[in-house]
Nanobody, 118 residues
């Protein structure tokens, strides 16, 4: 199973970006998909998840929206009203049932850099 993230880039404060993450490979089903972010020197932190329900970090509530296209095994993160403190490498994550071994595992994408200038 592989997760491929895309959509990062440089944007001015107040702007918007949309991240995408597509899961591929030996997938039976996907329980949860989500986004985390990490700044150098800090721990990776949860941004948003989408499973039976959606969750958001307090710092992004009202500005970010997570959504999924289950037919495409893809999760999106629409980021609006971006702030300089949103600058980070964003990683997608999936809690996925592997169709070969019948196991539920967590998988990470490669990360995509989001830079918000002031």
């Amino acid at each position: 199973v592989q997760l491929q993230a895309s959509g990062g880039g440089l944007v001015q404060a107040g702007g918007s970006l949309r991240l995408s993450c597509a899961a591929s490979g030996s997938i039976f089903s996907i329980n949860v998909m989500g986004w985390y972010r990490q700044v150098p020197g800090k721990e990776r932190e949860l941004v948003a998840t989408s499973g039976g329900s959606t969750t958001y970090a307090d710092s992004v509530k009202g500005r970010f929206t997570i959504s999924r296209d289950n037919a495409k095994n893809t999760v999106y993160l629409q980021m609006n009203s971006l702030k300089p403190e949103d600058t980070a490498v964003y990683y997608c994550w999936g809690n996925i049932w592997d169709s070969v071994y019948g196991r539920l595992n967590g998988y990470w994408g490669q990360g995509t850099l989001v830079t918000v200038s002031s």
